[in-house]
């Protein structure tokens, strides 16, 4: 495995790789979500590439950039037992050179839920994302459903702007008792990381609703509303049932919908999602 | 000579090209100074590609993209003539596909000069050119000197999009009495025409006052300012002398700058510069 850091050095090595090739892009602390999506395109690809990147500009002013949890040497061994063949971590100055002023930037799906919540939030993801896809080249790229609207964005960006890539996008991975793997649950005390899991309880009560023919998207939002704040712990940000695409918000009967959340516990803020009728 | 349509056409031919391969991106209807990038093209590569295509999204609301002279029978008969290997004549719908929202902007260099008057056309300008050169992956694209704002715009992109491509720029090919080479040319009436010698009149003016030790750079745009305006049919838009890599307009003692400027002669809007200095 074949470790590289400046873009020279990446440009050299990449050459080499026999296609087709595919890319995990990651900010690392890696668990087993991220690994999945490892092991997935090693099973469709020749080569496979990882980038280990916290990358500045999609995090806020008041968010957890300097706090953001890290461990390359632990990710590199662990990247190296599932045979990925090249591990980039790029420098700040070749990801921002002096001067820099280019954005890539999607629109109307950018706007909700974690959009709303997180202004430039998406502006930095997909110029990131589109940066390493245009050093990279790959001819897959994977990403967690855990990030929902990430996924469509990036769907977004890549038919318009004729990458040709195919985003790959594996399952949610989640803890034995729900909670949904993210390197940011290392933020919870005990009591919060007992609490979590009411997030999985709710998305799972709504959606054993949706299969028992309650279609009705107020409803369905009310549900996971009413279980969430039920938990003295969470501090509700959002609720939503939209539209799987669009991102609209959706009302009255559904025959599918996109059921997410973002909940804060303590500082530690949690995002969960399920799709209904897929 | 392969004239392409469709993306699927492209991508099957454009595997085929040998590398390295140039790029000369057009919107059609072209002349000398679009032909010398041909040749330039061919001269430095194994393969040229040249795109034909009036970008919508370049234009304003009230500009001439409906008018804008296109004649594509006579630019296949010149560009054959020249050498070009691949000609692609996008499609509208593979350009911008149902529900397009994603775009490439580049901040601070886009604000001024043509920025300024043509509100959104950077944007138009950086969208495409991102597309196209991810379409086609070129080992160099040529652009002309006379849009020089475009070329300092992409250059910037270029670097901080991380596109592993040159940009290489050409000289302004200019009329015999002059008059840089522009399709819009064909819209000025006969004495419109005469009339539009003065830009590079009074362009030239001030190179000779530069190269006679005038260096001041509120001097060298007065200069120009009162030979444009002794002109009647000439409607100065703005005569701009700035640094030539951030645009920021220069005061006092310059070693060099770019000189440029926008005139209207009628509803024809012309523009023209000169590099100071170098």
């Not at 090595?13 to 995990?24: K, T």
């Not at 469709?44 to 890290?70: K, M």
Request: charged share 25%; net charge negative; with cysteine.
């Amino acid at each position: 495995m074949d470790v590289v850091h400046s873009f020279s050095d990446l440009r050299r090595i990449r050459s080499s790789l026999s296609s087709p090739i595919g890319l995990v892009p990651t900010m690392g602390f890696l668990h087993e979500g991220h690994l999945s999506l490892v092991d997935l395109a090693r099973d469709q690809n020749s080569s496979v590439i990882t980038t280990i990147y916290v990358n500045p500009t999609q995090f806020g002013p008041h968010e957890d950039l300097e706090a953001y949890p890290r461990d390359i040497p632990r990710d590199l061994n662990l990247l190296e037992e599932r045979g990925v063949d090249l591990v980039w971590i790029p420098n700040n100055e070749d990801m921002y050179p002096p001067g820099f002023q280019t954005w890539v930037t999607v629109d109307d799906v950018t706007k909700p839920l974690e959009g709303n919540m997180r202004p430039g939030h998406f502006r930095g993801v997909t110029t990131i994302v589109a940066k390493l896809f245009i050093a990279l080249q790959p001819d897959k790229a994977y990403f967690g459903q855990k990030d929902a609207q990430q996924v469509v964005v990036l769907r977004r960006m890549v038919k318009d702007l004729n990458f040709p890539i195919e985003i790959v996008v594996a399952p949610i991975i989640r803890e034995p008792d729900g909670l949904a793997m993210s390197s940011r649950n290392v933020y919870l005390n005990t009591s919060e990381r007992q609490a979590a899991t009411v997030l999985s309880k709710a998305l799972k009560t709504a959606e054993e609703a949706f299969a028992d023919g309650n279609h009705d998207a107020d409803q369905l939002r009310g549900l996971v509303s009413r279980i969430i704040t039920s938990e003295s712990l969470a501090d509700l940000q959002y609720v939503s049932c939209a539209d799987m695409e669009t991102l609209d918000e959706l009302t009255g009967e559904i025959s599918s919908g996109l059921l997410s959340l973002a909940v804060y516990f303590g500082k530690t803020r949690l995002i969960d999602n399920i799709l209904l009728g897929v």
